[in-house]
C-alpha cells in the first residue's frame, strides 16, 4: 500500500549464535544458505562467552573462538563477527543479546538461524516467549533431529551436513584430519598453535 514503509526501509540480518568450538564447514554452509534463500543483507557471527546450558567440557577461550570465525569468514563479504557477547562477558543470553542489538538498531529484522537440534531444545531457552516475538527464528536440518517445532519456525532446505565442534574436537584430539571440515585457515591455525590436543575442550 501507497501509506506503509517501502521495504527496503529494514535492514534483514541474520544471527548465527553458538559456542564456534571451533566454526566448521556445516555452520558455513547452513549461514551461507539462509543468507541467499531467504536475500538477508547480512549474517552476524555471534560467538558466546559463556553457553547458558551446563556443559562439563569447557570451550577455549573466547578471543581464540572469535579469530577462529574471522579467519572463516575473511573471503565472504556478507559474513561478519560480532563480539557483543563475549564483551558483555558472563553467561551469554541470546535474548539479552537481541534487546540490545535491536535497541542499537531499531530498523533492522533479526532473523535468528539455528540447528535441528536446537530446535528441539528452544523450549528450555532463557525467556523464550519474548524472544520469539523479537526474532524470525531460521532452522536447518541436522542429523538425528527430527521433532516439530513448539514454536514458529521458517525451515531451509540445506544438505545435511554432519559435521560438529564436538566430532572435529574429538579428531584433532586423536589426530585424525579435519581437512575439508573447516576452512584452510582455521585448520592451520588450529594445527599451528595446537589448540584441543587434550580432551580437557
Ligand atoms: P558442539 O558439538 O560443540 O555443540 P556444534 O557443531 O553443535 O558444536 P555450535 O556452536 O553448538 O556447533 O552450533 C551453533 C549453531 O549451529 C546451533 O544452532 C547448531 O544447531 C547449528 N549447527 C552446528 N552444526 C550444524 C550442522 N552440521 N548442521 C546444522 N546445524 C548446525
Ligand atoms: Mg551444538
Do not use: C
Request: net charge negative.
Amino acid at each position: 500500500a501507497l501509506e506503509s514503509e517501502p521495504d527496503e526501509v529494514k535492514r534483514r540480518v541474520g544471527i548465527m549464535g553458538g559456542t564456534f568450538n571451533p566454526i566448521h564447514n556445516g555452520h558455513l554452509i547452513m549461514a551461507e544458505q539462509v543468507h541467499s534463500q531467504l536475500g538477508l543483507d547480512e549474517i552476524l557471527f555471534i560467538p558466546n562467552n559463556i553457553p547458558p546450558h551446563i556443559d562439563t567440557k569447557t570451550a577455549i577461550d573466547g578471543e581464540t573462538r572469535a579469530h577462529l570465525i574471522e579467519l572463516a569468514i575473511a573471503d565472504n563479504p556478507h559474513f561478519n563477527l560480532d563480539r557483543i557477547e563475549l564483551t558483555k562477558g558472563g553467561v551469554s543470553y541470546s535474548i539479552e543479546t537481541i534487546a540490545q542489538l535491536k535497541q542499537q538498531h531499531p530498523d533492522t529484522e533479526y532473523y535468528f538461524i539455528i540447528g535441528a537440534d536446537e530446535v528441539a531444545y528452544l523450549p528450555k531457552w532463557h525467556r523464550i516467549e519474548e524472544l520469539v516475538t523479537m526474532v524470525t527464528f531460521v532452522a536447518v536440518k541436522r542429523t538425528g533431529f527430527t521433532q516439530p517445532s513448539t514454536y514458529p519456525v521458517i525451515w531451509i532446505d540445506t544438505p545435511l551436513v554432519e559435521i560438529s565442534s564436538t566430532d572435529l574436537r574429538q579428531r584433532i584430539e586423536q589426530q585424525r584430519s579435519i581437512r575439508y571440515l573447516v576452512p584452510v585457515k582455521v585448520a592451520e591455525y588450529i594445527v599451528k598453535n595446537g589448540l584441543y590436543q587434550d580432551d580437557k575442550h
